[in-house]
């Protein structure tokens, strides 16, 4: 089944890594597009095989790319290292060179890609095979013989395996033996095959192709076969057989597939005809030895059983010469084909339906295209290649299967043991010649989301979810901000944390008022509070120390302190007094005006409301707060008004101090600068009644949230907006707005998550998921969230709360609903059920939970305290055939 297609005319190589499979493609030597071009591209495909969308079976992105100033005759990719988790890509250049990229710097867009550029090759470098066994080895060969071996640790001079032979020419290929590290065969357009042993340093054997007609000659001293000779282009070793090697050629009159045995090798082994031009690539499965893709100039892509020599299989034909073909090595499902035609299919041998075909096309002559002489209609995207064969991983006797609740069911089928019989005895009938074995095992695929879980319970069970919000505040650093908010709801003074959090420090600013007051004091050389010529303070303000003392009268129980003027001043017994030296005064001295005598003249008939009045008409603020303290809380109060109705206006902490006096903490959220929400935060932790408090934090966060989806249509970065908006939502406890904007997180950080091959999307969307969880989680049991929808008891906090199965949470429940499968699929089925039981019945998803649900519920957990679920499905009753015609 073709899985995807690049739509490219180059050669490619696949990843070798443990990774999700990459495909690496070169443009191709010798061919131009549509459009003439003459650049060269290196370019790395994530095949994405996840997605199986229409729109996806086209790639057009790669997920790296590096140009080249020469076009590649062939492309290899070595195994990852510690020092690249990706390995190296080796491309051998039309030009002669050999050059080496580190396929992660590529993924990862870096401009230091290329590792090495070597030029001893004086011709195009046609072969091109890593060492099997050693991946720092890399074997190149080109024109006139030439063949090097490199050692990637030291690439200052390559080695050769032996004095150049007399039987090649241009090499066409170079590959490993697959089972003795120090064998290698070359090919040659002369039609000889090399075999060089590296220890011995010398060729130890030469396989001829006779051709089409020229006939079999004999054995020479090295092996050597004469007779006609025609090009080698493919040659592959057995997986199996460290002494079987197979050529191809690619004369057209004679397009056949050579299977030699290297122990009878004046002849060989077997000939495999099917291609009706010459063969430009071979590909033997290192799974499956019976498996050996061949592709050429015929448009065709067979794939053989070597043993048998019978095709079992064919691609669908390109309309252009195949050029390249290959084995995944490491899914061996898939294969990919590179052809003149601009494209690289990407198929799977998993076929989907017994009618399709791969071989199945018309033909239309087209005699002007030479690397085309047949063209054959389009296949879909479902065309398949359909084995008359199992591949031999999916044979039997064995076998397994994956079950409910990460179990896996693994069958085997051995042979018996012999039977100790007596000379001439034979097994008693019904022996057994087989024996069979199941296993059941526990199948973990996220080890580190199911640790992670297994935390979040422990953490729950003992009742140490303050700690567990320290190690993830050090572990994940994105977060750190949330996960510091969630660890203050659960000390004991969660207000006095938050305002910490936010970076103020009661003691460190009376420290440096203390400090200020103090060098005031020395520069002045006076008092703070010395009466100023006005008779009040200086622009009608007092002292931080007078402020605070003349406002506790109407407060007191809000600004912390007791109430020092609470009772009319009355005069203190005279041993109390210091005798002081006597300094005469006027009561009504020559320098007083109307108003500083008629305010003398209330003060001394003790009428304190008569005496503030003068004040406030003649601007006196601070004398008139003064007075209003000796007049008792109602006239302290009226004072206090009318000093906020002038002052306020024009001076932001007056009003600010006006909220706090008053107790309408609404104004200041409502009003301030959101520039200063931290500062509208503290003075909610530091003023607010209990019952204000979170009303409050929500109404600051409306703000926020507004302002932060304005700049976010705007297409302004408002990221920090947006967390200091969950911060206000978990200061409230509303965990409907934090749900909702965590989810939006959890979803915008997997779109933008970018591409991590190392990680497959499963992975990477289960870590999110346990992320969000755990935060959901710990939020929950820190506000003691109890959800109406599910406990049956709706309150006047809950009312919009329907009963139509239409829920406020039900983004949160598809969450959970999500969460629960992946803890299923991971083996962790009480964490499940437990999750799974935090959705309503009444849940829009109710089919496909109630199955979940009847599962984990029979699965063998604990369910004691879990009620039992219906059963999922409407009984059908079918009755008996007696019954039936008893009816009749």
Not at 222 to 231: A, D, S, T
Request: glycine share 8%; hydrophobic share 35%; charged share 20%.
């Amino acid at each position: 089944m073709r899985q995807k297609t690049i739509s490219r005319t180059s050669t490619f190589a696949w990843s070798p890594g443990q990774h999700t499979p990459l495909l690496a493609t070169g443009t191709v030597a010798g061919a131009f597009d549509a459009n003439f071009s003459n650049t060269s591209q290196l370019e790395i495909f994530d095949l994405n095989l996840t997605d199986k969308s229409p729109d996806s079976v086209e790639l057009h992105q790669p997920a790296g790319v590096v140009s080249s100033s020469t076009r590649f005759n062939r492309l290899a990719w070595a195994s990852p290292t510690v020092d690249r988790p990706y390995g190296m890509i080796a491309g051998g250049m039309e030009n002669g060179e050999l050059n080496l990229w580190d396929a992660n710097a590529i993924l990862n867009g870096s401009d230091d890609v290329l590792f090495s550029r070597q030029t001893n090759h004086s011709g195009p470098v046609r072969g091109l095979h890593f060492n099997p066994f050693q991946q720092n080895l890399l074997s190149s060969a080109s024109s006139n013989g030439e063949i090097f071996i490199w050692d990637l640790g030291n690439l200052t001079k390559p080695y050769t395996p032996g004095s150049r032979s007399a039987k090649l020419e241009d090499i066409t290929c170079v590959a490993w033996n697959n089972h003795v590290q120090h064998i290698l065969a070359t090919s040659s357009t002369t039609g000889y095959t090399v075999v060089w042993d590296l220890k011995s340093k010398r060729e130890v054997l030469t396989l001829s192709y006779p051709g089409a007609t020229g006939g079999m000659g004999s054995m020479g001293n090295m092996g050597q076969m004469g007779g006609g000779r025609r090009g080698i282009t493919a040659i592959a070793w057995n997986p199996d057989n460290a002494t079987q090697i197979i050529t191809a050629t690619e004369d057209d009159n004679n397009p056949v597939i050579l299977v030699w045995d290297l122990r009878y090798a004046h002849a060989p082994e077997k000939t495999l005809s099917g291609h009706t031009k010459g063969i430009l690539s071979l590909s033997w499965c290192q799974q499956d030895s019976d498996l050996l893709l061949s592709a050429g100039k015929d448009c065709r892509s067979l794939c053989w059983n070597p043993k048998s020599g019978e095709i079992i299989g064919e691609l669908p034909q390109s309309t252009g010469w195949t050029f390249d073909i290959d084995w995944c090595p490491r899914n061996p499902d898939l294969l990919a084909s590179a052809s003149f035609d601009g494209k690289i299919n990407v198929h799977s041998i998993q076929s989907t339906s017994d009618n399709e075909s791969g071989s199945a096309g018309h033909a239309i002559h087209e005699s002007h295209d030479p690397f085309a002489s047949q063209q054959y209609q389009n296949q879909g995207p479902t065309a398949a290649i359909s084995l008359k064969q199992p591949p031999k991983w999916l044979r039997r006797p064995v076998g397994a299967t994956f079950g409910f609740g990460g179990k896996l069911a693994i069958f085997r089928n051995k042979p018996a043991p012999p039977m100790n019989l007596q000379p001439g005895a034979v097994a008693p009938p019904g022996a057994p010649t087989m024996i069979s074995s199941v296993t059941l095992a526990n199948i973990v695929t996220e080890p580190e989301i199911a640790q992670r879980a297994a935390d979040l319970e422990h953490a729950l069970e003992t009742k140490t979810l303050d700690k567990f919000c320290e190690g993830r505040t050090q572990t994940d650093q994105t977060t750190a901000e949330y996960w510091t908010v969630l660890r203050a709801l659960f000390e004991a003074n969660p207000r006095e944390q938050l305002v910490h959090h936010l970076g103020f420090d009661k003691q460190e600013m009376v420290d440096q008022v203390a400090a200020l007051t103090q060098q005031m004091n020395l520069n002045s050389n006076t008092s703070i509070t010395s009466p100023k010529p006005d008779g009040g303070l200086q622009n009608h303000r007092g002292s931080t120390t007078e402020m605070n003392a003349l406002f506790t009268g109407s407060n007191a129980d809000l600004l912390g302190d007791e109430d020092a003027f609470g009772n009319y001043p009355t005069a203190a017994p005279t041993s109390e007094f210091k005798v002081k030296p006597s300094i005469p005064f006027h009561i009504y001295p020559a320098s007083d005006t109307d108003i500083d005598k008629k305010i003398t003249r209330c003060i001394v008939a003790g009428d304190f409301d008569s005496a503030v009045n003068v004040c406030l008409h003649d601007g006196r603020l601070s004398d008139a707060l003064v007075l209003a303290i000796c007049g008792g809380p109602e006239l302290l109060e009226r004072t206090q008004k009318a000093y906020f109705e002038r002052c306020a206006s024009t001076t932001p902490y007056i009003r600010l101090l006006q909220s706090v006096v008053t107790g309408d903490l609404e104004d200041v959220v409502r009003n301030a600068d959101l520039v200063d929400w931290q500062e509208i935060v503290v003075i909610l932790c530091t003023f607010a009644r209990p019952d204000d408090f979170g009303k409050l934090c929500e109404s600051l966060g409306n703000r926020l949230e507004q302002q932060w989806t304005t700049k976010a249509q705007a297409g302004e970065p408002a990221d920090d907006i947006r967390c200091n908006t969950v911060l206000c939502y978990l200061a409230a406890g509303n965990l409907e707005r934090v749900v909702s904007i965590w989810i939006q997180e959890q979803e915008q950080e997997l779109a933008l998550s970018g591409y991590e091959p190392s990680t497959s999307e499963y992975e990477r969307n289960a870590r999110s998921l346990q992320a969000f969880i755990e935060k959901v989680t710990v939020f929950r049991k820190a506000i003691d969230y109890v959800d109406v929808a599910i406990s049956g008891n709706p309150n006047e906090d809950n009312p919009e709360e329907q009963q139509d199965g239409h829920h406020k949470l039900a983004a949160l429940y598809d969450k959970y609903t999500e969460y629960a499968e992946i803890m299923a699929a991971q083996g962790r089925l009480s964490t499940a059920i437990e999750f799974l039981n935090l959705t309503p019945v009444d849940y829009h998803n109710k089919e496909n939970l109630a199955v979940m649900r009847d599962r984990l519920y029979h699965s063998g957990v604990d369910v004691s305290k879990v009620p039992a679920p219906e059963f999922p499905f409407e009984p059908l009753f079918v009755m008996g055939e007696g019954e039936y015609q008893q009816q009749q």
